[in-house]
């Protein structure tokens, strides 16, 4: 399993997607800004928030890192979705009115 993220790390990205931005902006009804106001469920809980029970997250095309097994270098990437949520649907964690943990 990947190591915990910081709070500091899960608001920063290495690359930005101007499509899965725009994939953001039209599936949410709310004004939530793509890498802002959008994460992933780790990013999410790494930020001190948890998803709100019975909320659904939008799926996204991201690329993940191949390593060559010897060397342990990246040699390409390979496409996977990631499911994201926007900023409405968590609560901090703590909060008396979120009852999804």
């Not at 499509?19 to 949410?28: D, E, K, P, Q, R």
């Not at 496409?79 to 009852?99: K, L, M, W, Y």
């Amino acid at each position: 399993m990947a190591e915990k993220m910081t709070a500091a790390q899960a608001v920063r990205f290495d690359r930005y997607s101007s499509t899965n931005a725009g994939i953001v902006a039209i599936s949410f009804e709310c004004d939530c800004v793509p890498y802002e106001d959008v994460f992933t469920y780790r990013r999410w809980m790494a930020q001190g928030f948890q998803v709100q029970k019975g909320e659904k997250a939008i799926k996204i095309t991201t690329y993940r890192p191949i390593k060559d097994k010897d060397t342990d270098e990246i040699v390409g990437k390979a496409p996977t979705t990631s499911a994201v949520f926007c900023r409405h649907q968590v609560a901090e964690i703590g909060d008396p009115g979120n009852a999804s943990y």
